[in-house]
């Protein structure tokens, strides 16, 4: 039996609720910690462009998940029949123009927060506040997106190739990094009052480089099978979207032998950085000095990520043969 849009999205919406009031504190926390446990009114502008990335990225499959949800009817969404959508909703339902006009109000958000209160309970009030904001976000999104899929509209963009698909993660990921760890520069372990070719720096800049990895390899273990066969039905992709592994004798190495060698490769990488710096006395802000610390992690990131999206469009081209398979036969009248 296909349930109902109202009992499924009751469902849906609690998981939904619970994944961000799981995410966004954690991803406010670690801003949080790194800045001493206090949030200043010039942190706003930093936290407002987090959360508006954040927002992007919460949104940027919604619309080839519920593409997939109705073409294998795991939903009824007759309700949605004859609805139609506006090219206003349509345009400032994009993820990208929703997570600009997003921007300025977390801004006024935060700062007013920043101004009130002691810094503990600043912090709780966001933690409780910006997953209903996203939320109410996420939602209006989503009745916009069912009715561009119930409707059949034509995509909205092609992507070539997983190449290219990967780019905006992988940039966005980055620049969360670089928004997240940019209090650190107050911090004594990256103090630059010994050089760069400090020990105690390059072990710090080493731990740090390597926690910012984890994180992004945890927060990209989700599925994508489902959003890319989404894709599929919404003809934004093709069945050549993934046509070779690259690297491919390192991705068959063990994971474990991976992060040995990035390891290794990754301490070589920052003693050199650090000892061109302290050489020719150069002076660069330390964004710039983790993210060229960074870079071999950050292309580790990306091969990983392709390894394991590659897989994941494998999978989804299999499913969606079953599929075809599958309608054929029930099209097929039984004598």
């Known amino acids: 039996m296909i349930p109902d849009y109202t009992t499924f999205i009751r469902f849906h919406d609690k998981r939904m609720l619970a994944l961000l009031y799981i995410l966004l504190p954690v991803m406010l926390g670690f801003y949080w910690r790194n800045n001493g446990y ?29 593409a997939y949800s109705s073409v294998l009817r795991r939903v009824d969404l007759s309700c949605f029949n004859g609805q139609r959508c506006t090219g206003v909703s349509r345009f400032l339902s994009r993820p990208a ?38 939320y109410v976000l996420y939602h209006h999104v989503r009745l916009v997106y069912i009715r561009q899929v119930i409707a059949a509209l034509p995509p909205s963009g092609a992507v070539k190739n997983l190449y290219r698909y990967l780019w905006t993660p992988l940039l966005l990921s980055l620049l969360v990094s670089l928004l997240s760890v940019s209090p650190l520069k107050n911090d004594d372990d990256f103090s630059l009052s010994e050089g760069y070719f400090s020990g105690k720096l390059m072990v710090a800049m080493w731990l740090l480089c390597a926690a910012v990895l984890g994180l992004n390899l945890l927060f990209n273990l989700w599925s994508k099978r489902y959003i890319f066969l989404g894709r599929i039905f919404l003809r934004e992709i093709d069945f050549y979207f993934s046509p070779r592994i690259p690297l491919s004798q390192l991705q068959r190495l063990p994971f474990v032998a ?9 301490t070589g990488w920052i003693i050199l950085i650090s000892a061109i710096l302290a050489l020719t006395g150069w002076q660069v802000k330390f964004e710039l000095y983790f993210l060229c610390c960074y870079l071999p992690a950050a292309g580790y990131l990306y091969l990983h990520l392709y390894w394991h999206w590659h897989n994941e469009f494998l999978l989804t081209c299999d499913m969606y043969f079953r599929y075809e398979v599958i309608k054929k036969r029930q099209a097929i009248p039984v004598l």
């Open 38 to 66: 206090v949030l200043f009114p010039a942190d706003a502008g930093i936290i407002a462009a987090l959360l508006s990335i954040t927002l992007f990225n919460t949104l940027f499959d919604v619309k080839a998940s519920w």
């Open 97 to 134: 123009v929703l997570s600009i006009i997003a921007f300025p109000l977390f801004w006024l958000l935060i700062l007013s927060m920043s101004l009130w209160g002691e810094d503990s309970q600043r912090y709780y009030w966001l933690a409780a506040l910006l997953p209903l904001i996203f």
């Open 258 to 266: 991976r992060m040995i060698l990035l390891a290794v490769l990754n």
